[in-house]
């Protein structure tokens, strides 16, 4: 079973930085896509970044500012964000899934989430 455990959040004023982190482990990392995803209070849970096999891509709201790589020998994946707005301000969930997909029902496994701050 896949097990996913995200840390790295905070509280970080506009304009900050952070870097978030998820240690994979259960399976082989390198056969699943990692994704990152958020959710505001009384939002749905929005796509924010993945990356696979070669393959990066993220969303448009975090477009130019967050990055999301991968560490094969660490079992790991990270999310920098850059350039933090208030509106940024979330829990934030890694995933793991075996489609190359922004759509968070194709994710079956979840971390717990970590909260991200961002205060104006």
């Known amino acids: 079973q896949v097990q996913l455990v995200e840390s790295g959040g905070g509280l970080v004023q506009a304009g900050g930085s952070l870097r978030l982190s998820c240690v994979f482990s259960?399976?082989?990392?390198?056969?699943?896509?990692m994704g990152w995803f958020r959710q505001a209070p009384g939002m749905e849970r929005e796509f924010v970044a993945r990356?696979?096999?070669?393959?990066?891509d993220s969303g448009d709201s975090v477009k130019g500012r967050f990055t999301v790589s991968r560490d094969a020998a660490k079992n790991t994946v990270y999310l920098q964000m850059n350039s933090l707005k208030p509106e940024d301000t979330a829990v934030y969930y890694c995933?793991?899934?075996?489609?190359?997909?922004?759509?968070?029902?194709?994710?079956?496994?979840w971390g717990q989430g970590t909260q991200v701050t961002v205060s104006s």
């Open positions: 990356i696979g096999w070669g393959s990066v």
């Open positions: 995933a793991a899934g075996r489609t190359w997909s922004s759509q968070r029902n194709l994710y079956p496994y």
């Open positions: 259960g399976r082989t990392f390198s056969s699943y896509v």
